[in-house]
């Protein structure tokens, strides 16, 4: 059973960063692509970025190139995703999924991390 | 960027009826190497990750239930869910993971009429 765990709840004031990680239990990590999706309040998702960890390269939206950075660590199985110059417009749920080698789809979800940028 | 357009936005069907939404892609997501088109179907509802429903536009997903279907292949696709069901009361997106950026349709919110 292929878990994804992810760190918990963070208020952040503007213009400060937060990291959000991603931990993968009970499966493959190195060739599986994790993508960092988010639904801000409203709204519908939206894919931020992705990582296969043992190529290390990752793939960000255009509109966070420059923000965001996506990484990940071999030897504990968590993918992080950090997000910089947070506005109010960043406050999110922020979720980590999981697509296998085959690629047929997001099959595993973290639970979701609700990042609130507030002054 | 691929834009994808759902259609309808939202949904009124009423309990044992037929629920299609359509999903159409600004360019093709077709794989002609494997004939694969690189499109999926999620079922999100509040407090929940979103579900994976249907993967490569029409194969469903392991212990989703058979009244879910995805067809369509390039750039035109379509979930069906044969007979609503009270459960299914959520929001669907389609998403294309063709080429980066992925991309999610805007979604369809599906009620009970």
């Known amino acids: 059973q292929v878990q994804l765990m992810q760190s918990g709840p963070e208020v952040k004031n503007p213009g400060s960063s937060v990291k959000v990680s991603c931990k993968t239990s009970?499966?493959?990590?190195?060739?599986?692509?994790v993508s960092w999706v988010r639904q801000a309040p409203g709204q519908g998702l939206e894919w931020m970025g992705e990582i296969i960890p043992v190529f290390r390269t990752p793939k960000y939206a255009q509109r966070f190139q420059g923000r965001v950075t996506i990484t990940a660590d071999e030897s504990t199985s968590t993918a992080y995703m950090e997000l910089s110059s947070l506005r109010s417009e960043d406050t999110a749920l922020y979720y980590c999924?999981?697509?296998?080698?085959?690629?047929?789809?997001?099959?595993?979800w973290g639970q979701g991390t609700l990042v609130t940028v507030s002054s | 960027d691929i834009v994808l357009t759902q259609s309808p936005d939202s949904l009124a069907v009423s309990l044992g009826e037929r629920a299609t939404i359509n999903c159409k892609s600004s360019?093709?997501?077709?794989?002609?190497?494997?004939?694969?088109?690189?499109l999926t179907w999620y079922q999100h509802k509040p407090g929940q990750p979103p579900k994976l429903l249907i993967y490569w536009a029409s194969t469903r997903e392991s212990g989703v239930p058979d009244r879910f279907s995805g067809s369509g292949s390039g750039t035109d696709f379509t979930l069906t869910i044969s007979s609503l069901q009270a459960a299914d009361v959520a929001v669907y997106y389609c998403?294309?993971?063709?080429?980066?950026?992925?991309?999610f349709g805007q979604g369809t919110k599906v009620e009970i009429k």
């Open positions: 009970g499966g493959t990590f190195s060739t599986y692509t």
């Open positions: 360019q093709n997501v077709l794989e002609s190497s494997n004939n694969r088109s690189y």
């Open positions: 999924a999981r697509m296998d080698a085959f690629w047929s789809g997001y099959s595993d």
């Open positions: 998403h294309q993971y063709y080429v980066a950026p992925r991309t």
